[in-house]
């Protein structure tokens, strides 16, 4: 058991220039992360909870009251990961267990066996008798009780809302204990539940005229030309931009449509709206969508509302 006058590898040092990073890095990962089980405001870093808890559960070894087991156990471990070099000296142990850290909050790094082994058996060394338990009363999305789980602890996690208390069951509990037999049993609920929602919605999303069905729909208020020879309808946007990404550049190109009517110099009499140039060649339009590919800024129309 660690003394309680030493000191903490925490108290010391950190590599908080690293462990920024993977913790950056970790916002653009969606396979596979804790993140995308369900939305979470405030979701704090797995990197950075990873980090800050081996560095407050290990000793550091440049303090005299540092157990000699734990020094032994990491001088044997530490060398079996790629650069953790503990040397001769307690100075260049400590260096390689910053290094470890710094590593280990690589999400490539966090499921790795070799890393998962020295963390764990470091955990064990600083504390022979039992697992130290982590708790966390706000546990929110749960990083910090997911995490001392992953380096060997016990973990207590509580929160006030109920969604926060289902995710915390789901990913401590759930998961761990059935594992892939959870996810091929949601894949096949989800698989029912897709099949019988596309029968009761059919009606609600046509299939366009070549056959593809709509997954969303972009809507907007709209106007009617006050022309009673017009009519026309038109919608209310800012851009008529789909999509700006490089190769998958789409847009909308408004058509107009054109009915004839009986006169048009009649419309040209009765229409009480200055000349629209819709109106004057006597026809009811319809104005109507096409998706296209712009190649230029300048083939996208302009948006009827401005900014």
Same mark, same amino acid.
Request: aromatic share 6%; with cysteine.
């Given at each position: ?11 010391? *040092? ?8 993977? !913790? ?9 992360? =804790? ?45 079996? %990961? ?31 066996? !070799? ?7 470091? %955990? ?10 982590? /708790?966390? =009363? ?9 995490? !001392? ?20 069951? %789901?990913?401590?509990? *759930? ?75 789409? !847009?909308?190109?408004? /058509? ?37 590919? =712009? ?13």
């Amino acid at each position: 058991m660690i003394p309680k006058a030493c000191k903490r590898l925490a108290e010391v *040092d950190f590599p908080i220039a690293e462990v920024s990073k993977h !913790a950056a890095r970790e916002k653009s990962i969606r396979h596979g992360h =804790p993140s995308t089980l369900h939305l979470w405001w405030a979701r704090r870093p797995l990197a950075s909870c990873r980090a800050v808890l081996l560095a407050l559960l290990w000793p550091d070894p440049c303090d005299p009251a540092c157990p000699r087991e734990f020094k032994e156990e990491a001088r044997k471990l530490l060398p079996t %990961v790629g650069g953790c070099h503990p040397g001769r000296t307690d100075e260049d142990l400590r260096k390689a267990l910053l290094r470890f850290i710094a590593d280990f909050a690589n999400w490539d790094n966090a499921a790795k066996p !070799a890393y998962l082994e020295v963390a764990r058996s470091l %955990v064990k060394a600083a504390y022979p008798e039992e697992p130290p338990l982590v /708790v966390d =009363p706000f546990a929110g999305g749960g990083s910090i009780p997911l995490e !001392a789980l992953r380096v060997g602890c016990e973990a207590f996690a509580s929160d006030l809302n109920p969604v926060a208390c289902l995710i915390l069951k %789901v990913m401590l509990e *759930d998961i761990p204990r059935y594992g892939p037999a959870l996810a091929e049993e949601l894949r096949r609920v989800g698989a029912e539940i897709k099949k019988e929602a596309e029968k009761e919605l059919a009606d609600l999303y046509p299939k366009d005229p070549d056959g593809a069905t709509p997954i969303a729909y972009l809507w907007a208020r709209t106007v009617r030309c006050e022309s009673p020879n017009c009519g026309a309808e038109i919608p209310l946007v800012r851009s008529f931009w789909l999509c700006k990404k490089a190769n998958r550049k789409r !847009a909308l190109k408004p /058509v107009v449509h054109h009915r004839d009517t009986e006169s048009t110099e009649k419309n040209k009499r009765e229409s009480p709206c200055p000349p629209c140039p819709l109106c004057l060649r006597g026809e009811f339009p319809h104005v109507a969508f096409e998706l296209f590919e =712009p190649k230029s800024e300048k083939e996208v129309p302009a948006g009827t509302v401005s900014r």
